[in-house]
């Protein structure tokens, strides 16, 4: 949803076309076994000569502008088989473009690793033939580096290897899922004796180790450390030293997003009886982390009432109740939000509110969001935290394409990087997974099996399915898209920056919709646009809807999820002849060239071009609204506010706001007027223009009618946060407004 789908763009499908031609020339070989490996050495010699390319380039500084793509073949399960059920092969036993269903290749890795899309490295089978071994969905090198994901000597299992031929004539195992490698201890019994290392006994190696770990968190390599704790936990000889490397561990697994594994890992760091400040404190952190805020003031009382002195408690236990505030009375500080969010990335700390709406089953369409009691228009439905974010800075000069080989989708921006985070994620918080997994997901079939060697089995293919139709574009803040979508002069409603938001992805699609959302950082807002009964079904665009868009253009932009909608709108645009519409376009074409003159003054002209608008709609969809008139009338009411006409800019202006399908009891005062009055019966659609079409209204009934300027400001207030989310700042933002 909004985010930048380049699949129709010329210069990425002549790119789609060439990584296509290899995939398909690839295929061909598929069941053909390699009679000649290349070398070892020489596999390691062109290697490590690749390596030195791309240091050199990185020394340079020559990656800024390059375009990352992450390719992605087509789909196939996760093996879902225990190691010791399957059967040992050699990479000389195995057959190109094939998964060698219940097969295992012991490997060891014989150079330092590259990061491309995959983390690679050359690596040996028992006999000595040597393949190049690419594994997918790894931790960003900022996180994890690619050293602590493969160095020399490393000894793994892979479960059901996938073999190909690569672009270089050479040869490699892919590894899409996490679940499908498993990485072996330097004592575990199922290294070949010929790859084992002594091991040295030393005494205290624990508690050596362990202060190695704690060097690595004073600079802040947290996966250096969480490896070196771990060491420290599987060397410990006493409770003390294991619980001391457990609690240090929990940071680490706290700063590497591994939440649950910190959680336990604090809760292991102390003897239950006799929990100690620090082992509290790190369980309230994890808990803070997870959102379980309740279990964290909880545990924060226990720590305040145990160790009274510590300075800590009073500050956080003040967080978490707002954050408890946030949650339960959907009660935000929406300036502290937009502090947070110029920050990159803007990740906000906020709670996430759900009050007035929950999930239920929605007749044909699968789940849905419905109110639980009447709301307003306006009113706050969902305030909600994402579950994942990729922020993509607005000086971002390289470029990530995300590419689906099956579906022929591409997209620029976050995707591609939203695709490892959301994997990682669920591997290493399971628990988590469930509300993710019980998303639409479209046809595809998972795997039932959950677990696999004690490892969570994650489904990279679900999971980039699951992505692909739940996701959304984000600005930054859409405060900030508002303020530059009247600034121009074509609509562009994607963003690169995109999130998944668990709640939000469960509302349903209609172009005519109930409710708006809006972004502050990886905060969602979801507001009504109309006043709504309880048990209303909330509906919003998956894409944003376009002027003069054909019925086709719009059903194509809709079929990657699968339905055709039939909406209002979409039953205007289906009962709109193709020369209807194109009348349409060059009249809206011959206005758009009219009023963007400064020195506007062709009232007729624009009122005669707008009657003619006026006529290319059929009218047989009365609820539909007709976004192109409602555009120009709004803005001929804004040329006649500064032509210093105010009754006929609030004529205008009314007219444009009927278009949207409101209704609107407006009588400004005149000859013919009883009394004026301003009032708002039933909202239409809700689109960028609205809060400036009450701008004029504030303006015009400010010199004619001044007792109905606060109603008007009421509305203008009241429409912009339906756009923006948000009401504090409508008076900053909306330029002109006193």
């Known amino acids: 949803m909004d985010t930048k789908d380049v699949s129709d763009d010329h210069q990425f499908i002549a790119f789609m076309k060439q990584i296509q031609t290899a995939a398909e020339k690839a295929s061909r070989r598929k069941g053909q076994m ?208 294991e619980q001391l490397a457990f609690l240090n561990r929990s940071l680490t697994n706290l700063k590497l997003g591994r939440l649950e594994k910190a959680l336990s890992d604090a809760t292991r760091g102390h003897d239950p009886a006799a929990p100690t400040e620090k082992s509290l404190f790190r369980e309230a952190r994890a808990l803070y982390e997870l959102r379980s805020f309740d279990k964290c003031l909880a545990k924060l009382q226990i720590l305040g009432e145990s160790y009274p002195e510590n300075k800590v408690v009073g500050p956080e236990m003040n967080r978490v109740k707002a954050r408890l505030d946030e949650q339960q009375k959907g009660e935000y500080s929406f300036s502290r939000m937009y502090k947070q969010a110029k920050v990159s990335p803007p990740l906000i700390d906020c709670a996430t509110f759900s009050g007035p709406v929950e999930v239920r089953t929605s007749p044909g369409r699968g789940q849905g969001l419905f109110t639980t009691k009447p709301v307003s228009a306006g009113d706050l439905l969902v305030c909600e935290k ?168 719009v059903q194509k932009g809709l079929a990657g999820w699968g339905f055709t909608c039939g909406c209002e709108l979409c039953l205007e645009r289906k009962a709109t002849s193709y020369s209807a519409l194109q009348k349409r376009r060059a009249i809206s074409q011959d206005l758009k060239h009219l009023m963007s003159n400064t020195a506007f003054c062709h009232v007729s002209r624009a009122r005669k071009l707008i009657s003619n608008l006026e006529q290319t709609y059929r009218g047989k969809e009365p609820n539909a609204p007709q976004l192109e008139l409602s555009e120009h009338c709004i803005g001929l009411g804004c040329h006649l506010a500064e032509m210093d006409q105010p009754l006929a800019a609030i004529e205008m202006v009314i007219k444009g706001l009927e278009a949207l399908g409101c209704i609107i009891i407006a009588c400004p005062p005149g000859e013919n007027a009883t009394q004026p009055k301003l009032e708002v019966k039933r909202w239409g659609a809700t689109t960028c223009h609205l809060p400036w079409a009450f701008l004029q209204l504030c303006k015009a009934y400010e010199s004619l009618a001044p007792e109905l300027f606060p109603v008007a400001l009421g509305y203008l207030q009241l429409s912009y946060c339906m756009v923006v989310g948000e009401k504090e700042t409508c008076k900053d933002t909306v330029l002109g407004l006193a």
């Open 34 to 241: 390699v009679r000649e490996h290349p070398p070892k050495n020489k596999l390691i010699t062109d290697f490590t000569i690749k390596l030195l390319a791309v240091s050199l380039r990185m020394g340079r500084d020559e990656t800024k502008a390059m375009i990352h793509t992450t390719q992605l073949p087509a789909p196939y399960p996760p093996c879902v088989a225990s190691a010791e059920d399957l059967e040992a092969m050699m990479i000389s036993d195995m057959r190109l473009e094939t998964h060698h269903r219940g097969k295992k290749v012991m490997l060891r890795v014989l150079t330092p690793p590259d990061r491309m899309t995959a983390v690679m490295a050359i690596v040996e089978d028992e006999k000595g033939i040597a393949v190049l071994l690419q594994l997918y969905q790894q931790p960003d090198e900022a996180l994890v580096p690619k050293k602590e994901i493969l160095s020399s000597g490393m000894v793994c299992i892979v479960k059901e290897p996938f073999f190909k031929a690569t672009t270089d004539g050479t040869y490699s195992v892919r590894v899409d899922h996490l679940s499908d490698i498993i990485w072996l201890d330097e004592g575990d019994e199922r290294i070949p004796s010929a790859w084992k290392k002594p091991k040295a006994i030393l005494s205290g190696a624990s508690t050596r180790i362990r202060l190695q770990g704690n060097d690595a968190v004073q600079i802040q390599d947290w996966a250096v450390a969480e490896r070196l704790y771990s060491t420290a936990i599987q060397e410990a000889k006493t409770p003390e030293e």
């Open 386 to 553: 994402a579950f994942a974010y990729s922020h993509v800075g607005e000086d971002d000069q390289s470029t990530s394409l995300l590419m689906n080989l099956e579906t022929k989708r591409m997209t620029v921006g976050g995707q591609a990087r939203l695709l490892p985070q959301i994997v990682q994620k669920l591997y290493h918080n399971p628990d988590m997974s469930r509300a993710f997994l019980d998303l639409h997901h479209g046809d595809y079939q998972p795997v039932t099996v959950s677990e696999c060697d004690g490892a969570p089995v994650v489904d990279s293919f679900l999971v980039e399915r699951t992505v692909t139709l739940n996701s959304f574009g984000a600005p930054r803040t859409s405060r900030e898209s508002f303020k530059e979508s009247i600034s121009r002069s074509t609509g562009d409603s994607t963003f690169r920056t995109c999130g998944m938001w668990l709640l939000a992805s469960r509302i349903n699609h209609s172009c005519v919709s109930n409710c708006r959302r809006s972004f502050i950082g990886d905060m969602q807002i979801i507001r009504a646009t109309k006043d709504l009964p309880a048990d209303a079904e909330l509906v919003f665009p998956y894409r944003s809807p376009e002027l003069l868009e054909s019925y086709q253009d």
